[in-house]
């Protein structure tokens, strides 16, 4: 028996598997482009307890063989074309959140998997809520292809899961922080935030009207193995909520730790929104546990330690 992680190599991937592992899981890591830079970083020496898979999610047969070959129960389809393809290709992108997620689910439902927990996407929503948490049931106001790809695949998993009793929740994730993230938008930030800090050097910060909602990888891990693990849930999409707070809070936040920081803030705003999870809380018992000050302190530490540095906070 194994619980399969598809984007196990990747970032949100690595903290699932985190979770899984230390829940006593056994688990395969299905990869297109399989690494080892976000696992390591991630879940330590533990890393090489996992079986790591090569393979492409719309190639359908070679799920199915690595579900037969591993006798896998549970699936936690994190593996999806980011904003970045999804603007550059979005063919490719359909090809993969459209075409490749009905194919994991179609293989849910023929091959008895007792339940796949996917990445959606606070994305869904759009932007522009302001400070009022956008509830879970909240209109969907897609902004660009790779939310409108997230809801279809919301859409796809509602009618599998009513019309063929297949079992599958999403997980709303917002803005996932931590070690091995993507250097990519919200991995350009934390890296000007936290590691040119860390390490003296000049920071331009994005953003600084804004009031991201800074969920910890750990936290978004947790909140995958949770649903992994709870009983049938009512509802088949999952707001997965961190901590929400102003970009000015963070970056003062970082001078209390590093008051010689040289930190340029720039004017304007990103699009984040806050997010209410107590459906989330009453279906599968998830709150997030990280701050975004033990966010930040952690990251700054992590850059600090392997740079002979000490530590701060
Ligand atoms: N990072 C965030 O803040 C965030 C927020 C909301 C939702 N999400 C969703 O979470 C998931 C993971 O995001 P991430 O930030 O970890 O991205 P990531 O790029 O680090 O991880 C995605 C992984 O999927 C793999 N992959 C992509 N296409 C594949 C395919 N066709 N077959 C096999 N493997 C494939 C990639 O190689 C990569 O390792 C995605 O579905 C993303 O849409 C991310």
């Given at each position: 028996m194994a619980y399969l992680v598809t984007g196990g190599t990747g970032f949100i991937g690595s903290w699932v598997v985190?979770?899984?592992?230390?829940?006593?899981?056994?688990?395969?890591?299905?990869?297109?482009?399989?690494?080892?830079h976000a696992l390591d970083q991630v879940v330590g020496k533990r890393a090489d307890e996992v079986t790591i898979v090569q393979g492409d999610l719309t190639h359908m047969h070679r799920v199915i063989e690595t579900i037969r070959e591993h006798k896998v129960t549970h699936i936690a389809h994190i593996?999806?074309?980011?904003?970045?393809?999804?603007?550059?290709?979005?063919?490719?992108?359909?090809?993969?959140?459209?075409?490749?997620?009905a194919n994991m689910l179609e293989i849910c439902r023929s091959m008895d998997i007792e339940r796949m927990?996917?990445?959606?996407?606070?994305?869904?929503?759009?932007?522009?809520?302001?400070?009022?948490?956008?509830?879970?049931?909240a209109p969907f106001h897609p902004r660009n292809v790779y939310a409108g790809l997230k809801i279809l695949g919301e859409t796809l998993a509602a009618q599998y899961h009513d019309a063929y009793g297949t079992d599958v929740i999403g997980l709303r994730y917002s803005f996932?922080?931590?070690?091995?993230?993507?250097?990519?938008?919200?991995?350009?930030?934390?890296k000007e935030l936290?590691?040119?800090?860390?390490?003296?050097?000049?920071a331009t910060v994005p953003w600084g009207d804004d009031t991201p909602d800074w969920l910890w990888g750990g936290d978004a891990g947790e909140a995958t193995?949770?649903?992994?693990?709870?009983?049938?849930?009512?509802?088949?999409?999952?707001?997965?909520?961190?901590?929400?707070?102003p970009m000015s809070?963070?970056?003062?936040?970082?001078?209390?730790?590093?008051?010689?920081?040289?930190?340029?803030?720039?004017?304007?705003?990103?699009?984040?929104?806050?997010?209410d999870g107590s459906v989330t809380e009453k279906e599968i018992g998830y709150t997030p546990k990280w701050t975004m000050e033990m966010q930040l302190r952690e990251r700054i530490n992590r850059v600090r330690e392997e740079n002979g540095l000490p530590l701060v906070g």
């Open positions: 985190k979770s899984l592992l230390e829940r006593g899981h056994k688990v395969v890591a299905f990869d297109w482009a399989p690494g080892r593996a999806a074309a980011g904003l970045t393809l999804c603007h550059a290709n979005p063919v490719h992108a359909v090809q993969i959140n459209g075409l490749g997620f927990v996917w990445a959606s996407s606070a994305g869904v929503f759009g932007g522009n809520w302001g400070d009022k948490p956008v509830p879970n049931d996932v922080n931590g070690h091995g993230m993507p250097d990519h938008q919200g991995g350009r930030m934390i936290c590691e040119k800090t860390a390490l003296g050097q000049p193995a949770m649903a992994l693990e709870a009983k049938p849930t009512k509802v088949r999409a999952l707001n997965v909520p961190g901590d929400s707070a809070k963070a970056v003062a936040y970082v001078k209390s730790l590093l008051p010689d920081a040289d930190i340029t803030v720039q004017p304007g705003k990103m699009g984040f929104s806050r997010f």
